[in-house]
């Protein structure tokens, strides 16, 4: 805990430093609102995928780095506006005619002027945009730096309560093995700083250690167990934009190159299908797999943008060692590692034990009216290991090898009020993935998409994270149909309808498969303090039948079904409440169970204090109905966990600004359980019913 107090040390010299430096900090305006994504979040996102234990905080924190800084209006392109997901195709083009006719916005009020702008689609979008001048400034960067509003440092550090089995003394087996336990202490830590300006520069680092890790320096942990570092220019002459660190990329609709985390299906039918050309972006997550380190830029020529990259960085692996033909041993990697946890001997082992290097580009062309875009792009992966998975029927076409390589081509047309967008990629192995379809506003109250998908069994793309069903963009055939209707303003119905195949087997599908998904969601909101919605989700595809019921392996269809009820409230104007109610059933081989969930929320603020809490009842009759509910969390965390068997879920968390540039969070959360004597698995075990954790996180603006 030492390493701990010297960050606590250092937080106070900062605090002493803004006190000391009133002018300073009082002089300016307050960088930003709070931002309160809740109701975002449960717009855009399925809350009810359920088919694997998928790290929905890290994903969500992917996503937020879009979020991080408002978004000059005055400044902003398509692919800006298309990446807010809110704007509809007419939308954008009306507000890019505006501001073409006549010039710069100067207030953001000046949005009520636009045609299809009205005060509820404002509201929406005002926690993401600005409008400033769009002028470069010219000051030295010393002085920018020490004048930008958008500069701060966070601390955060959160712990369960209850003693897990991995933090107990070390026990021995019968056979005389001594069992593995945590090396760390079980506090989570997490700091960032960042400053940065839209559309100029971006300096910062992130640093973690998860629960469990050691706080130590030697070769494999300086310190904290992960850091990643970013400095990045923009519109230097014609060079667009320079990035050294760590970076994200994303170009065309993601078959080889996607930044992060992207929406895919949920509540939001027509603007979350459609991948949009980002560019090269500062990495600053905390997730410690799926970016780059080394280098990028960007250089304009006229209509065409070119960017060149090249990026070194070590990977977790587990590494495997078997013998070949002449009875030498050899090392292959098994599998990557993506938790980026290191927590026991075991886990250490596999930090940074395969070294990747990538080197690629793109070449995007633009036509003068910015209506047509078309692109190609390229990547290589060269692993000084060989990749090989153990074999199994359903994996003997994943990736094998020490290098891979993917070339694909892109485009993106506008023409009215329809977006057509595609992309064709094919990788060193031989497969082929490509994507297509359209985004479109028929009318100013219905809006229609549609995508058609084809990625190859053998179709290999490391960085890929385009439209699909599955995790990995390969193994997959469908056709997706997304609708929105917006009859008046208080009314909105949304749908889609996905139907998809599996030419080859999957893990737990043992054949050849295919199935469908739709959602259906009704919206209502009788005035601006209530807002009413009910949707249904319905899936059918294809899993083995467990091997307690066949001997063999025989797949049958698996039907899920959702149902959500919520009803938001803004009883008065400092107090908001929501209710919820959900539940599902899982039937398969004619056996159904079922599961629900009962959440009431009460939200407070006033003055400087905001308080929100949450009280959920649910009980599940089996894993396959496990609940994902939204919880609000501090600023820049997410939490979305899995109510699971029968029990109680609750939190409470405080907010309080200590003044105009600092703000701490308090968040107590506990899950009780009936009817089991032990939570959890593994090392994080515990022996009883409870679990408590406790998060506590301090913000200052410099």
Known sequence: MNGFKKIICFIFFLIVFVFLNPQNIFSQKYPRKDIDIDAFIQDLFNQNQQESDVNYEDLYESLFQLYTQPLNLNDANRDELNNLYILSQEQVNNFLNYRKRN?????????????????????????????????LDTRPLKQKVFTEKNHYFLLRESRILQTQKGFLPADTSSTGRVTQRYLGS????????????????????????????????????????????????????????IVVGDYLMQFGQGLVLSAGFSVGKGAET????????????????????????????????????????????????????????????????????????????????????????????????????????????????????????????????????????????????????????????R????????????????????EFSMLLRRYDKNFHSFYANAFGENTNNNNEKGVYWGLKFTPTRKWQMSAYYDKFSFPWLKYLVSAPSNGYEYLLRLSFKPSKTILLYAQFREENKGRNIPPTISLIDI???????????????????????????????????ERTTGGYAIIQDV??????????????????????????????????????????????????????????????????????????????S???????????????QLMIFL
């Not at 894993?623 to 609750?650: C, H, M, T, W």
């Not at 593994?682 to 506590?696: A, Y």
Request: glycine share 8%.
């Open 682 to 696: 593994g090392l994080d075990l515990i022996n009883g019913q409870q679990k408590s954790e406790i998060k506590c």
């Open 103 to 135: 010039g710069n916005l100067l207030s953001i009020y000046e949005l009520q002027s636009i045609p299809g702008f009205d005060i509820n689609l404002i509201n929406k979008i005002l926690p993401f945009v600005e409008v400033e001048d769009n002028k």
């Open 270 to 425: 027509i603007t979350t299908i459609r991948r949009n050309n980002l560019g090269i972006r500062p990495y600053s997550s905390a997730l410690e797999s799926g970016f780059f380190r080394g280098a990028a830029a960007t250089y304009n020529f006229g209509k065409f943008d070119l960017t060149a990259f090249v990026s070194q960085i070590k990977r977790d692996a587990s590494l495997t060692l078997q013998k070949d033909t002449t009875d030498e041993i050899e090392t292959f990697v098994g599998s990557l590692q993506l938790s980026g946890k290191h927590r026991t001997n075991h886990e250490l082992a596999a930090k940074n034990s395969i070294l990747e290097r990538s080197i690629g580009g793109n070449i995007l062309y633009k036509s003068d009216d910015k209506n047509l875009e078309i692109g190609f792009t390229y990547l290589t992966n060269i692993y000084d290991q060989y990749l090989q998975h153990h074999p199994r029927v359903y994996n003997q076409y994943d990736f094998k090898g020490k290098q891979n390589a993917v070339t694909g081509a892109n485009f993106s047309y506008n023409f009215q009020n329809f977006n057509f967008f595609g992309e064709i990629a």
């Open 603 to 680: 939200n407070f603020e006033s003055g400087r204090w905001q308080l929100s809490t949450r009280l959920a009842l649910f009980d599940t009759d089996d894993y396959n109905n496990r609940q994902y509910v939204y919880e609000k969390d501090v600023l820049y965390s997410f939490s979305l966990p899995a109510y699971y068997e029968r029990g109680i879920r609750s939190y409470l968390m405080l907010q309080y600004k200590l003044f105009s540039k600092a703000s701490i969070w308090l968040r107590y959360a506990q899950t009780d359980l009936r009817n089991v004597k032990k939570m959890g």
């Open 427 to 446: 990788s060193s192995s031989g497969g082929t993935g490509m994507v297509g379809g359209f985004v479109s506003s028929l009318t100013s109250k219905i």
């Open 555 to 589: 797949v049958a269809p698996a039907l899920r079904r959702n149902y959500i009820f919520n009803i938001d409230f803004a009883a008065t104007k400092n107090i908001f409440l929501r209710s919820r109610v959900q539940f599902s059933n899982y039937t398969l081989n």
């Open 186 to 241: 079980p506090d989570k830590i997490y700091a960032r700083y960042r400053v940065s300006h839209s559309h100029d520069y971006s300096f910062g680092f992130t640093t973690e250690k998860d629960a469990g890790e050691q706080m130590k320096w030697d070769s494999k942990t300086k310190f904290m167990d992960f850091w990643s570092f970013h400095g990045q220019l923009q519109n230097r002459g014609n060079w667009k934009n």
